[in-house]
T-cell receptor, first 116, second 114 residues
């Protein structure tokens, strides 16, 4: 069965520093996609970054990058130069399968607090 | 221009009532979803429709009934509301193809059952 695990319930980072949020996944399907979403205190879910299982390079989107280690089944999110507005809950998610239904499963989330 | 919208944003009701949440997307996506986020912030998919056809139906009580009048709308009707139904319900949409596409979420509907 597919599974997403985020082992850090909460993280602190100093403003302007980089932070890594951990995510491990489990699937036997060779075709899958990994996503990160941000949920600020206002409640909306904001898509940040995507990594496909066949992608050769790690995904990057502005200050966000995904450290994809396929053999270790990890897809950690790296936020560079943290800003106060990065304080939020972050979810790792996965979709899988050649007959892609779009179904996403989510990890438990990590709450990030950026200190001034 | 809101991409995925939900109404209402807040819904407070008593046990036993029936309520509906509406969702609309203007992104031209062919697939829409309902997710439930519980009090511990855990997100779980409930349903998915692709071009008005139900393609995902997780183990959700049959008191929950999704309805998709067209591919831009996916409504959620809940009968005989129970205390445990209190949660935030998110609608989302995406374009589903052979590759994986991100899902865009609505603002959520916070349902409180008293």
């Amino acid at each position: 069965a597919q599974k997403i695990t985020q082992t850090q319930p909460g993280m602190f980072v100093q403003e302007k520093e980089a932070v890594t949020l951990d995510c491990t996944y489990d699937t036997s399907d060779p075709s899958y996609g990994l996503f990160w979403y941000k949920q600020p205190s206002s409640g909306e879910m904001i898509f940040l970054i995507y990594q496909g299982s066949y992608d050769q390079q790690n995904a990057t989107e502005g200050r966000y990058s995904l450290n994809f280690q396929k053999a270790r089944k990890s897809a950690n999110l790296v936020i560079s130069a943290s800003q106060l507005g990065d304080s939020a809950m972050y979810f790792c998610a996965m979709s899988w399968g050649s007959s892609n239904t779009g179904k996403l499963i989510f990890g438990q989330g990590t709450t990030l607090q950026v200190k001034p | 221009d809101t991409a995925v919208s939900q109404t209402p944003k807040y819904l407070v009701t008593q046990m036993g009532n029936d309520k509906s949440i509406k969702c609309e997307q203007n992104l031209g996506h062919d697939t829409m979803y309902w997710y439930k986020q519980d009090s511990k912030k855990f997100l779980k998919i409930m349903f998915s429709y692709n071009n008005k056809e139900l393609i995902i139906n997780e183990t959700v009580p049959n008191r929950f009934s999704p309805k998709s009048p067209d591919k831009a709308h996916l409504n959620l009707h809940i009968n005989s509301l129970e205390l445990g139904d209190s949660a935030v319900y998110f609608c989302a949409s995406s374009q589903v193809r052979t590759v994986f596409y991100e899902q865009y979420f609505g603002p959520g509907t916070r349902l409180t059952v008293t």
